[in-house]
């Protein structure tokens, strides 16, 4: 089993940055990809950024492309976004996934693990 926990959610003001973490426990994730995903109130979960196991090559939606940055810590089991030039329509729940099997990285229904999230409010 795998347990995700995010952290780093806040408040901020348009423009700010936050740093989310997710770290994972249970077995090693170091070879899988690792997903951000966020949904605001009445909207589906949607995808952010990706990362993936090998190689590190990573993914974003054209949304945050240039404004937020995945990243992955394998030895602290730990995946970052770092999110500048935040925008109001930034907010949302921001959950962290992983991948345990070969698929799209962008889409929602091919992770197997997802944390309980954080909330992450831009104000204007």
């Known amino acids: 089993q795998v347990q995700l926990v995010e952290s780093g959610g806040g408040l901020v003001h348009a423009g700010g940055s936050l740093r989310l973490s997710c770290v994972a426990s249970?077995?090693?994730?170091?070879?899988?990809?690792m997903g951000w995903f966020r949904q605001a109130p009445g909207k589906e979960r949607e995808f952010v950024a990706a990362?993936?196991?090998?190689?590190?090559?990573?993914y974003y939606a054209d949304s945050v492309k240039g404004r937020f940055t995945i990243s992955r810590d394998n030895s602290r089991r730990t995946v970052y976004l770092q999110m500048n030039s935040l925008k109001p329509e930034d907010t949302a729940v921001y959950c962290c996934?992983?991948?345990?099997?070969?698929?799209?990285?962008?889409?929602?229904?091919?992770?197997?693990?997802w944390g309980q999230g954080t909330q992450v409010t831009v104000s204007s």
């Open positions: 996934a992983a991948q345990t099997y070969p698929g799209s990285v962008t889409g929602r229904e091919n992770y197997d693990y």
């Open positions: 249970g077995r090693s994730l170091s070879g899988y990809a």
């Open positions: 990362i993936s196991g090998i190689g590190g090559g990573s």
